[in-house]
């Protein structure tokens, strides 16, 4: 089984780097809160890339009702969890960055 969660920056208007490109010298994941968390029965055999765009379509184009934050953009993360290891996806203009352990210090 696969889930996966959506964190987004706490305070969009004094955050530099909210719905920028990313810049691991300014990135701290302090700055962010997980904003929902689902589970995928079926997803076993997709790559994390391809989980990451339909996350995306997902809540851009299907948005649950229950999901509070804003529709996935620039900057937002998608945490990727498979059997109990977690994988982190920077949100880019275009496509995904994987975040590294360093990336994930909270500064």
Do not use: W
């Not at 719905?19 to 929902?36: A, I, L, V």
């Not at 945490?79 to 275009?94: A, D, K, L, P, T």
């Amino acid at each position: 089984m696969i889930t996966f969660k959506i964190h987004q920056i706490k305070d969009i208007e004094n955050t530099d780097y909210a719905f920028r490109s990313f810049n691991p010298n300014k990135f701290n994941f302090g700055d962010y809160e997980e904003k929902y968390e689902m589970e995928f029965q079926s997803f076993d055999e997709k790559t994390n890339d391809e989980i990451c765009e339909t996350v995306f379509y997902i809540f851009n184009m299907r948005t649950p009702e229950d999901f509070t934050g804003h529709s996935l953009s620039v900057s937002d993360i998608i945490e990727i969890n498979r059997h109990g290891s977690s994988s982190f996806y920077y949100c880019n203009v275009c496509g995904f960055t994987k975040l590294n352990k360093h990336d994930m210090r909270i500064k």
